[in-house]
């Protein structure tokens, strides 16, 4: 490799990995907050929290990488402009496809990265995510038991525990039950205890109060208990059996997908296919990016205002890419054997790019043409 093509590939991955760490913290901490509200809320600890935030990470880099590598590109190709390091190696004769060759190799090393990253990691993470998700909310202690503050587990029912001893003995219970329309019925009870019985977990309260107040005739009723069991298990929904995404799939699943799968996801075969591919065609459009970024810059000569102009265009034709892939992969989820038009951006970002390295190479076609029309360039 020339010692141009190291240089570039040097500044390249240096922005590549400034731009993605900057923007996997937006993104992380924006998903960070909503974790946070829900489970700290939840009463988790703070290790689950940082164990679900970075079971997300995957996704969230799936997301930025390919953006990452367009503002990188853009960004190079801006500075090595300015400082007219392009105008000097144009000179020595590299045309602007030669001058693309170490945006191409960053574009393919960036896609292999993606192509672990989407083909093994994501779906990893998030079936390991989704299997956290269900322990969590089956954890009636998580969901239940949080000392010193009033919870609602369920519509209409209202649980505060003042203080729950290392015995996991529960101290002075409130329990408020309004789901009837004409009684609310309240229990307290000095201790208690959680238990599991045959028919689901059980709530057994030592020496309390039941008050029965009728809201019609706002008659109240009172009644002493030693002992008193308490059905807790309809207040939490099981995910036994649970149904997996199509995020917590394989890529070879997705690719032959059989009967049962489509029944367990609700996807068509069609569907699934589409998705399986997508993930390779998320992969190559973070090459297609880079090169856009980079391609487009390369069409403006120098101006004082400098090159938002470019950018701009850039950024219209990235939408104009994932334009083709809507409708690539609408017309895929019809018909199974439409599939390679899942790659349809990947092959129009490819013709937008040599498109514009060819206006790049030849700026005078493109001016003569203009005066021919009697237009002032």
Not at 150 to 179: Q, V
Not at 193 to 204: A, C, E, H, M, S
Not at 305 to 317: E, P
Request: proline share 3%; charged share 15%; aromatic share 10%.
């Amino acid at each position: 490799m020339a010692r141009f093509d190291r240089y570039m590939l040097s500044q390249l991955f240096t922005l590549f990995g400034f731009f993605s760490l900057v923007l996997v913290l937006i993104y992380w901490i924006n998903r960070a907050v909503r974790l946070f509200d829900q489970l700290i809320a939840d009463g988790q600890s703070a290790w689950v929290f940082l164990e679900f935030t970075a079971l997300t990470l995957p996704q969230i880099i799936r997301i930025v990488v390919p953006l990452a590598a367009f503002a990188a590109a853009t960004y190079v190709t801006n500075r090595m402009a300015t400082e007219s390091e392009l105008t000097v190696v144009q000179a020595t004769g590299f045309s602007a496809f030669r001058l693309a060759r170490p945006v191409l190799v960053f574009g393919l090393i960036v896609a292999g990265m993606m192509m672990v990253l989407t083909h093994y990691l994501a779906p990893t993470s998030s079936a390991r995510l989704a299997d956290r998700s269900a322990e969590v909310a089956d954890n009636m202690t998580a969901r239940l038991l949080t000392e010193g503050q009033f919870s609602n587990p369920a519509t209409g029912i209202t649980l505060y525990i003042r203080e729950i001893t290392p015995a996991g003995e529960l101290l002075d219970i409130f329990l408020s039950d309004n789901r009837l329309d004409d009684q609310n019925i309240t229990y307290t009870a000095n201790r208690a205890y959680l238990v599991r019985g045959n028919d689901g977990p059980q709530l057994v309260m030592i020496d309390g109060m039941l008050q029965t107040l009728e809201t019609d005739s706002q008659r109240l009723f009172t009644t002493t208990f030693a002992d008193f069991a308490y059905d807790i298990g309809a207040l939490i929904a099981t995910t036994d059996g649970r149904n997996r995404s199509v995020a917590e799939l394989m890529t070879w699943e997705l690719l032959s997908p059989t009967p049962a799968l489509e029944e367990e996801t609700g996807r068509s075969a069609a569907a699934l296919i589409v998705a399986g591919h997508d993930r390779s065609d998320q992969a190559l459009l973070a090459t297609v990016a880079a090169l856009i970024g980079f391609a487009t810059l390369l069409t403006g000569g120098f101006s004082r205002f400098g090159v938002w102009r470019q950018i701009i265009t850039a950024v219209f034709l990235l939408i104009l890419v994932k334009v083709l892939e809507s409708i690539g992969a609408s017309i895929a989820r019809e018909n199974p054997a439409f599939w390679p038009l899942v790659y349809l951006p990947v092959f129009g970002g490819g013709l937008i790019v040599w498109g514009l390295l060819f206006s790049a190479c030849r700026p005078a076609l493109f001016k003569r043409r203009a005066k021919l029309s009697g237009v002032e360039v």
